[in-house]
């Protein structure tokens, strides 16, 4: 059993590395700025709160990407609860995640893509 699951893991890291080599782990931010669309309205406003209704919003620009990409696992799996980005975090897939925390973790440097 142990080879036949070591078999598999390594058929299917081999199998997802194709098409992405060197982006795969990583993230890529050019994606990400893309995906993060939706994220601005919220996280990318001035004193990071929203017009309406009024509450708090966490500045996740500069961030670490890897924090960025366990809080929305958190959020995706109900360990962390905020209906609003637990509805986010389950639309995104694991490669959204890298994307998206990779560019929010550039932003606000100079090389922000
Ligand atoms: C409708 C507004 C809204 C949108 C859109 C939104 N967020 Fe959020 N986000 C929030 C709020 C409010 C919180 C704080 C929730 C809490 O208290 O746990 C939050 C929290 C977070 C956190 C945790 C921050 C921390 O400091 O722990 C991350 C990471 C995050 N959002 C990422 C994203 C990403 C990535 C997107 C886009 C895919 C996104 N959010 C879209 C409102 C939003």
Redesign the pocket.
């Known amino acids: 059993m142990r080879t036949f699951r070591m078999m598999t893991a390594g058929l299917l890291g081999l199998f997802m590395s194709l098409p992405l080599t060197a982006l795969a782990e990583e993230g890529d931010p050019i994606l990400g700025r893309e995906?993060?669309y939706?994220?601005m309205?919220?996280?990318a406003i001035d004193g990071y709160r929203?017009a309406y209704p009024a509450?708090?919003?966490?500045?996740?620009g500069g961030?670490h990407a890897q924090?960025?990409v366990s809080?929305?696992q958190a959020?995706k799996n109900g360990d962390?609860?905020?209906p609003?980005?637990q509805a986010?975090?389950g639309t995104?897939s694991e490669q959204d995640?890298r994307d998206?925390?990779a560019y929010?973790e550039a932003f606000g440097r100079s090389e922000t893509p």
């Not at 509450?55 to 996740?60: G, K, L, M, N, T």
């Open positions: 995906k993060a939706t994220c309205g919220c996280h929203n509450f708090r919003v966490p500045r996740i961030q924090y960025i809080s929305l959020y962390r609860r905020h609003t980005m986010i975090a995104l995640k998206i925390a929010f």
